[in-house]
């Protein structure tokens, strides 16, 4: 049984430059949350997916967006990078939008901007 | 606002056991979580506990709730060098959809 997947593992860009973020949910999940993490900081939430609408959101600007696919997968976008976006970004699966313990996440995708 | 302190660093003798503490702000929360993050890896979910339970325990991890001081922690027994991590504290907000609220983490480190 596959847990949460992330793509790509490691990337690079340059300030100005757009990317995109991929997610795959744990086997029986519907529900994806991205979060952010800065080094030498614990995670923050950027925005959660379910029914493939952004279902809640945190306090991130607009160049943050996703998207969350018919078969669950999800995405993250951010547009003109700026140095202060370089973190892990972390995806997390669980199963409907209500409060429960089952909360897994991936390995992440380590985003470094120039 | 909502908040959650834990102590950055912790040093523990193999074998012994290891207690990590955290609080939390937020008194309508539902569910407080411990995750284990290894360098340059996710976070792996070790156990959590619903707000209304004072203590849950899972083979060598044993969590403690105080509701009234908005206080968790988190014991390991018999602490191996397999142990060193960092570990998350974190919270869901009453109907938050599964919005976690996470401390900074606090690093234990085991040694022989």
């Known amino acids: 049984d596959a847990g949460v997947t992330q793509s790509p593992t490691h990337l690079i860009k340059t300030r100005g430059q757009q990317v995109t973020l991929r997610c795959s949910p744990k086997?029986?999940?519907?529900?994806v949350s991205w979060y952010q993490q800065a080094l030498g900081q614990g995670p923050q939430f950027i925005f959660q997916?379910?029914?493939?609408?952004e279902r809640q959101r945190g306090n991130f600007p607009d160049r943050f967006s996703g998207h969350q696919f018919p078969n669950y997968s999800s995405e993250l976008n951010v547009n003109a990078l700026l140095l202060g976006d370089s973190a892990l970004y972390l995806c997390?699966?669980?199963w409907g939008t209500g409060n429960t313990g089952e909360l897994f996440f991936g390995e992440g995708s380590r985003l470094t901007v120039l | 606002g909502e908040d959650v302190e834990q102590s950055l660093f912790l040093s523990v003798r193999e074998g012994d056991s290891s207690v990590i503490n955290c609080t939390y702000t937020?008194?309508?929360?539902?569910?407080l979580y411990w995750y284990k993050q290894e360098p340059g890896a996710g976070l792996q979910l070790l156990t959590y506990?619903?707000?209304?339970?004072d203590m849950k325990q899972d083979q060598r991890l044993t969590v403690l709730l105080n509701k009234k001081d908005k206080h968790l922690s988190l014991r390991i027994a018999d602490t191996q060098t397999g142990d060193s991590a960092i570990y998350f504290c974190?919270?869901?907000?009453?109907?938050?959809?599964?919005?976690?609220?996470f401390g900074a983490g606090t690093r234990l480190a085991v040694h022989p």
């Open positions: 997916y379910y029914e493939e609408e």
């Open positions: 974190a919270f869901s907000l009453s109907g938050g959809y599964n919005k976690l609220i």
């Open positions: 997390a699966s669980s």
């Open positions: 506990i619903f707000s209304n339970m």
């Open positions: 086997s029986g999940h519907d529900t």
């Open positions: 937020d008194s309508s929360s539902t569910y």
